[in-house]
DNA sequence: GCAATTCTCTGACTAAGGTCAGGAAAATGG
DNA sequence: CCATTTTCCTGACCTTAGTCAGAGAATTGC
């Protein structure tokens, strides 16, 4: 633990902490509590069902119910039974409620702007290429990793989300059942493993090991969500792997890989990967690489 | 103003907003409100008075004493008359309460340590270099300028902290007495100006004008707090000044200065000032700049 | 010496942002 | 078809973080 690096996360967190908390509260307030705000905000200009809008905000059903009530009572929504579901609500701005947001957006980017005006432009380019270094990062941070159960619907989804992404990128397309499969129940430990990278609960990455005692392991299904990549989750997907095998006892990890994942085969050659002869005649790969875990 | 840097603004108040939010709260309420956290921190090992803490932490006089009085009863302070002043309370940590800030400063630590822990070392410092960055940026974009009454004990420290910078910084030291001097009654308008930069309320730097109907004006009393510099400070003075003495009907600025004070000299070539022969005998100064205005 | 001011405390009040238990209505599982 | 679950609502209650008026004691200004 760096204490200085420590220092200035803090002294960081006391700054930024003051000068958002400063702004937004009353500034975005406009005369009614904050809640309500955040809740017209988070309606969004196509509306919601209540139960996904408590969902996202993380509110009591009696709390919401209420702050709902208020904003109808003020005529900026209207709740009404969702069409499919009889036990849902489905709540939608009314046009007042649509300017209230645009008023809303409007004065969040006038707070925006006012951490920008004071400076110059240099300054100005500075302050937003770190807050972006910033904000990646710490969504980086915000990402954890867990060996889960590969047959949950967001497993599936991952996987899925994998097949799709090889399908548009591969010169020829990608259709799984012409590649070496690899069915859920081999990712299961102890045959195999899948590791899923959440961010905010939901998934944007994952990775699978799958076992061959006395053999190397193989490594598939290496995969990061469009919006999250550049946070080096790749990486971290591939030392968390290589960790696990290697305490299941592996000692050689082995993987092919097609020639248009160009970051990937990046990725696997700065990481100590060699680039090896075929062991496998997957139709799809034009390398193959190994790594000896130490 | 720039939608796409407002957006990444908007962006980084977000992510940052709810990491630190979700992090700090809670974490660091020990089973008390944050409000006596604060507190209890903000009392210090060495004590304070309760006037001070108060507008420290910009506390109602009730809410504040009522705040004490729970810490008070929890045993963690202790609270007495101070010995000067007969209304004034001197609060005091008592072993329990220094315990308790020792173990809110390591929970701090942690919450910094959680932001930097799941990333790798060169990540690490990526983000605390942005965070840095950011931290600086945002500093500086609090400051704010204003021409004030050069009389107020708050003015007449600036120019005292400018003297005592200049007089350790002079190979020859400086004695006000021997220079040209510029009252304080030649900087109130309209026979000159005085400006200053506060920083959450409190003075830190400044820079004075000297008219002089039909002639150039004279720059004068450039300061920065050495806390605050870095920030842009100086040349956002030098630029105000020269707005204001252009508004005054001024089309030439000129100055002096000493030969130690490089980032000054740096400055004023940097803005457009030209360097000229002597137009005075100030006794310290070895440089002479000039520059129209436009 | 006395009026005005400063500092602290108490009591009464408020708003925001919740939590919790229970009930009604609709949907679902077997 | 019936028990269980899901979704939402209502009423009762709570904590946190204040604000405001007023009073008492000490100090300061003149």
Redesign the interface.
């Known amino acids: ?2 204490a200085t ?9 006391r ?3 003051e ?3 400063a702004l ?1 509260d009353g500034f975005l307030g406009r005369g009614r509590p904050m809640g309500e705000s955040r809740t017209l905000w988070e309606i969004g200009l196509g509306g919601t069902e209540i139960r996904d809008l408590r969902a996202r905000l993380g509110l009591d059903s009696g709390y919401a119910s209420r702050v709902l009530r208020s904003l109808e009572q003020e005529g900026l929504i209207t709740v009404e039974t969702s069409s499919g579901d009889g036990r849902v609500r489905y709540v939608q701005l009314t046009d007042a409620g649509r300017a209230e947001r645009a008023e809303l957006d409007r004065r ?2 006038e ?10 432009a240099a ?2 380019d ?10 990646r ?8 990793m867990a060996i889960e159960d590969p047959t949950t619907p967001d497993a599936r989804w991952c996987i899925e989300q994998y097949f799709s992404e090889l399908n548009t990128r591969f010169e020829t397309g990608f259709d799984p059942s012409k590649s070496i499969p690899a069915d859920t129940h081999e990712l299961v430990p102890p045959r195999g493993a899948l590791l899923i990278a959440r961010l905010r609960g939901g998934p944007i990455g994952c990775g699978a090991l799958k076992f061959h005692p006395g053999e190397p392991a193989e490594l598939k299904r290496m995969w990061v969500a469009p919006e999250a990549r550049g946070l ?1 989750l790749g ?2 997907l591939l030392v968390e792997l290589e960790r696990h095998a290697k305490e299941a006892g592996t000692r050689v990890v082995r993987l092919e890989t097609n020639r248009t994942l160009s970051e990937a085969i990046q990725l696997y050659r700065s990481s100590g990967y060699r680039e090896v002869a075929a062991f496998n005649d997957e139709p799809y790969a034009h390398h193959w690489f190994e790594k000896r875990l130490r």
Chains 1, 2 share one sequence.
């Not at 707070?111 to 110059?120: C, I, K, M």
């Not at 290429?129 to 904000?135: E, F, G, I, L, N």
Request: hydrophobic residues 50%; neutral net charge; proline residues 2%.
């Open positions: 633990m760096d690096a420590v220092q200035q996360v803090r002294a960081f967190n700054t930024v902490a000068r958002i908390g937004t969040a980017d707070v925006a702007w006012s951490f920008l005006e004071p400076l110059d300054q100005r500075r302050l937003v290429t770190a807050m972006s270094d910033v904000q990062l710490l969504l980086a941070s915000m990402v954890d080096g990486r971290r």
